[in-house]
């Protein structure tokens, strides 16, 4: 059994960073594709970015939604089996429960949440102004 689990989260003033983890156990993330979504009181959850491996361990793609491109970067460490997602340049409207979620290549439109099979508990990160 898959399992994520999301780290990092916390409270920042406007402009700052944080770094969210999501570090899975029960399978590696070859042919598995991984999305950070998040849900603000009263929203629904969108998502935020994927990341997708292709073929070989050295091939992937990415997917940012146009709210956090250009700020957010997500990204993998193979060796610890964990996705991170960098937030740069925080907004108070970015303040939200962030989820991990993950699901076989095959499975998974990045955008379409319901075909995720994993989840994560959810870390939340609140922004100040």
């Known amino acids: 059994q898959v399992q994520l689990a999301e780290s990092g989260g916390g409270l920042v003033q406007a402009g700052g960073s944080l770094r969210l983890s999501c570090a899975a156990s029960?399978?590696?993330?070859?042919?598995?594709?991984v999305g950070w979504f998040r849900q603000a009181p009263g929203k629904e959850r969108e998502v935020l970015a994927a990341?997708?491996?292709?073929?070989?361990?050295?091939?992937?793609?990415?997917y940012y939604a146009d709210s956090v491109k250009g700020r957010f970067t997500i990204s993998r460490d193979n060796a610890k089996n964990t996705v991170f997602l960098q937030m740069n340049s925080l907004k108070p409207e970015d303040t939200a429960v962030y989820y991990c979620?993950?699901?076989?290549?095959?499975?998974?439109?990045?955008?379409?949440?319901?075909?995720?099979?994993?989840w994560g508990q959810g870390t939340q990160v609140t922004v100040s102004s």
């Open positions: 979620a993950g699901g076989e290549n095959a499975r998974v439109r990045v955008t379409y949440q319901e075909s995720y099979d994993y």
């Open positions: 029960g399978r590696t993330f070859t042919s598995f594709t």
């Open positions: 990341i997708r491996w292709i073929g070989s361990i050295t091939a992937q793609y990415q």
